[in-house]
């Protein structure tokens, strides 16, 4: 009994020192070889146990005692829980950014800053107006993106209808459903080995194109959205597919390519907005016509809520990459080229037709992101700011998300979050939208660097390292 | 170029009758003899007059619109038919300097006789001028691109160092009321993003390029958002930033069309000067850039002469954000008011031109001269109302690096180690 339970330690793979501090813990502490055997299977078909973790679950012993099973079990889930997993270092990380962000607000209202003047004689005037500053501003992030109570109580007593209650959820989910599409572009080219930055780019495309279609085309109501969705994911392969075929023709670094088309897109924008047949006719500023009715993406919950079927699209398109990525051959050929292109190469897949192929389906995906927001109901028109910024803004949430398809529809949940509350947080508590973006590549810069959070919280290190965020190779 | 495609090694090997400078150069007649014929026939029949001055008088290069431009055409296409003869390939980079002077003379030739009447002028003193103006940033920009990635760290964080810079720049300037200060502060503020850069990819080996993009998000975010807490409410308080006046250089600045240009400039653009000569000294001819080059191109080999790859590699992205905080104060301490987002990509051209420039100091003015020229070239089209749409001149520079990393223009190559993260061991 006294050597059996090393094999009850599924969580850390990498470290054999720490593999053997905990070790000795859980043999202290007297736990059953049930519990050993059940979490050596666990080990087992995982398939990652480092040879260390093998052999010490082989090396289990016969199960006897069956008393302290649960509690061992509950010991390591909670030592599990606070260790450094993907899911504690992303709330952790969230965490941290909304703390900083806190300090920002509070370092920059005149008002609040004033009573730290006198911090010393009275502390609890500059406690009091920091933290009405922080909650205002928080509180309205959060009723702007998920729910408000007042609106729940309007409407549970009848005084108020019920979209307001959900008036919220649909601002984040339509504000969620470009980002899923751009994030899966870079997801999926990460997933390659190649970096897309240019989703921006592929996102502009496809804006046009769909715009184009959208109102030049006259063509039946569901033909003409289909067809004007076909034209952006197009537009974005096509963008996609010129740096990929310069990657597999020349080498040529895609981050480099992806960054120049995306500067030489957003020109081309500004250029087409203007010419004749596209200009709205009786606008002097820089605004096309509108997209026709019949192009453009239903509402789901009726004209008063903007939330429209982009979201259905965009867990169409994250189940579908999925699927491409973990069940079909070319998805195969694409993690193998990703994790090592010579070794693809001798295996027999064509390194060069995957880089094609890859950048240009990317494209495509940026390129109905970029459909959502022309056809969708944050814009009918083109204007030289009509993308936004979804294609950066894919690139965080591609990595916040961990480049998995549903880890990147969860992280683009949670920036649409971000962007409706913030809206709300900039009318009511009059805190600038840009704090989201401070927030969004803090969370992101955060989660790249587990190893700090891990330091400033104290985190017992863990399967981190499976997160695929280093893409290290150079030009 | 890191990855080396199946094609790349097959030209390597056997190169064959189609080398680079023959394709280059039939690339440049094709470009001539359309220059030649296109351009020559679109220009008018009106002198096309270059002027030494800031307005139509003082003294002028003049010359026949048509014949200009036929005449540049065809010396661009000799050029390239040079190249195709396969002259020694120490006449490369000559032969396709001349080619392109030659197109782009060509080009001018035309716009500026099809100009309105009145107009077929091109004062070359603005020109010269508005082009180092515009240069100034990239210039910057990419002297920091060049620090950094020589030790082996990719900068894509140059757009966020000269933003920080220009930011730290007008707030400090203005708060202290002195323009020295706000140098020094934009100096800080572009090395504050280095820190972040640096501790992010050197100690926790976090992406290079992940972490240049993630701040300059950042930049624009935490910039943005101080703006619209501090700066636009109370302007007087915090935006405000005192001004470096013009200091024209004795005799020097009394040179034409160089004098005005490059010798009464502000503080930012005799710095600017000298820290490529510096950088390019210090790179090339000191012990300290024989270190950087070495740690850029095989890191393991300078440790193991006792190089302290990682200490080095800090110092110089520090002092890389240092200078990229200088080139966004010569915004606000010499131009503007700071506003949102005024970087608005020029740090994304200083990349480009420190890509053109193939990570020299050297190259990289060039370069960034080149970008500012095209920059300030579609200002002057603008201006006498030409038909070629500025978007389409602003996408030059971004078309030309495309075309450079693509091989078509010469090969480009990184430092070896370029963003690879050293772990020692």
């Known amino acids: 009994m006294t050597d059996v339970n090393t094999s009850g330690v599924p969580a850390p793979r990498e470290n054999p020192d720490r593999e053997h501090a905990e070790a000795e813990k859980v043999s202290t502490a007297d736990a059953s070889g049930d519990a050993g055997t059940t979490n050596g299977d666990a080990v087992h078909t995982t398939g990652e146990a480092t040879p260390l973790g093998a052999t010490a679950a082989t090396a289990g012993g016969a199960p006897t005692d069956r008393d302290g099973g649960a509690a061992l079990l509950l010991t390591l889930f909670v030592r599990n829980l606070w260790s450094a997993n993907t899911v504690t270092v992303t709330v952790l990380a969230i965490v941290l950014a909304l703390v900083i962000g806190a300090i920002l607000i509070i370092v920059s209202d005149p008002d609040v800053l004033a009573t730290f003047g006198y911090l010393a004689a009275r502390p609890s005037d500059a406690l009091n107006s920091s933290w009405a500053a922080v909650s205002d501003a928080y509180a309205n992030l959060f009723k702007g993106a998920v729910v408000d109570p007042a609106a729940v109580r309007d409407w549970i007593n009848g005084t108020g209808g019920w979209q307001p209650v959900f008036a919220p959820i649909s601002e984040t989910l339509t504000y969620a459903a470009p980002l899923v599409f751009t994030g899966l572009a870079v997801s999926l080219a990460f997933r390659g080995g190649l970096f897309n930055i240019g989703a921006q780019g592929q996102a502009t495309l496809g804006v046009i194109l769909a715009a184009l279609a959208g109102f030049l085309l006259p063509l039946p109501p569901v033909v003409h959205l289909i067809v004007a969705l076909l034209a952006g994911a197009l537009g974005g392969a096509l963008w996609g597919f010129a740096s990929g075929f310069l990657k597999a023709r020349t080498g040529a670094h895609e981050v480099i390519t992806t960054i120049m088309l995306n500067y030489v897109a957003t020109y081309f924008l500004a250029w087409i907005i203007v010419q004749d047949g596209v200009h709205a006719p009786d606008r002097t500023d820089a605004i096309s016509r509108s997209v026709d009715g019949s192009a453009q993406l239903p509402r789901l919950l009726g004209g008063d809520l903007r939330v429209h079927l982009g979201i259905v699209l965009a867990v169409a398109a994250t189940w579908a990459v999925s699927w491409l990525l973990n069940r079909s051959t070319l998805g195969f050929e694409l993690r193998a080229v990703g994790a090592n292109p010579e070794a693809a190469r001798t295996a027999g897949i064509s390194v060069a037709r995957t880089y094609v192929l890859v950048m240009a389906i990317a494209g495509a995906l940026a390129g109905l992101g970029g459909s959502n927001m022309v056809l969708g109901s944050t814009a009918t028109a083109l204007t030289p700011l009509v993308v936004a910024q979804i294609g950066f803004d894919g690139i965080l949430v591609a990595l916040l998300g961990r480049v998995k398809p549903w880890g990147v529809a969860l992280a683009a949940l949670l920036f649409g979050a971000l962007q409706a509350g913030g809206n709300r947080m900039q009318s009511y508590a009059s805190v600038s939208l840009e704090l989201v973006t401070v927030l969004q590549a803090l969370i992101v810069i955060f989660i790249a660097a587990p190893a700090l959070v891990k330091a400033i919280f104290g985190l017992r290190a863990a399967r981190v390292a499976r997160a695929q965020m280093s893409m290290a190779k150079g030009w | ?425």
């Open chain 2, 1 to 425: 170029m890191s990855t080396v495609t199946a094609d790349d090694v097959a030209v390597a090997v056997r190169p064959g009758f189609w080398t680079r400078d023959r394709k280059v150069g039939a690339g440049a007649v094709l470009f001539g003899v359309v220059a030649a014929a296109l351009f020559g026939a679109l220009a008018t029949g009106a002198d096309a007059r270059f002027t030494i001055s800031e307005d139509a008088g003082g003294a002028a290069v003049a010359i026949d619109g048509t014949l200009g431009a036929i005449l540049f055409g065809l010396i661009a296409a000799a050029a390239g038919a040079a190249l195709l003869a396969g002259v020694p390939t120490r006449w490369f980079t000559p032969l396709l300097g001349v080619a392109v002077v030659g197109v782009v003379l060509s080009f001018l030739c035309w716009q500026v006789s099809a100009a309105p009447a009145g107009q077929n002028f091109m004062p070359l003193v603005n020109i010269v001028r508005g082009t180092f103006i515009l240069a100034l940033p990239l210039i910057f920009g990419s002297l920091a691109g060049v620090l950094c990635e020589r030790s082996g760290v990719v900068n894509v964080a140059i757009e966020g160092q000269l933003l920080m810079g220009a930011f730290c720049g007008a707030l400090v300037g203005t708060i202290a009321a002195n323009a020295w200060v706000g140098l020094v502060a934009a100096a800080l503020g572009g090395a504050l993003i280095s820190l972040l850069l640096a501790v992010f990819t050197i100690r926790y080996l976090v992406d290079q390029v992940v972490m240049g993009i993630v701040l300059n998000l950042f930049a624009v975010g935490l910039t943005g958002f101080l703006y619209e807490r501090l700066m636009q409410p109370d302007a007087a308080a915090y935006n405000q930033p005192p001004r470096f006046e013009a200091w024209p250089i004795p005799v020097l600045s009394d040179i034409p069309l160089l004098g005005p240009a490059l010798f009464s400039g502000t503080i930012f653009l005799y710095l600017a000067l000298v820290l490529v000569v510096v950088i390019h000294v210090a790179l090339f001819r000191t012990r300290w850039g024989l270190r950087t080059r070495s740690v850029g191109e095989h890191p393991t080999a300078a440790d193991t002469l006792g190089v302290k790859v990682l200490a080095l590699r800090y110092r110089n992205v520090l002092l890389a954000g240092m200078v990229a905080g200088v080139g966004g104060a010569s915004y606000t301490l010499a131009l503007y008011t700071f506003t949102k987002n005024m970087i608005g990509g020029k740090g994304f051209i200083a990349l480009a031109a420190l890509i053109f420039g193939r990570w020299s100091p050297t190259g990289a003015l060039l370069a960034a001269l080149f970008f500012g020229f095209a920059d300030q070239l579609g200002t002057y089209l603008s201006a006498i109302n030409s038909k070629i749409p500025s978007e389409f001149l602003a996408m030059l520079p971004y078309l030309a690096t495309l075309l450079a990393v693509a091989g078509l223009v010469g090969k480009v190559r990184a430092p070896a180690a370029d963003g690879k993260p050293y772990i020692k061991g």
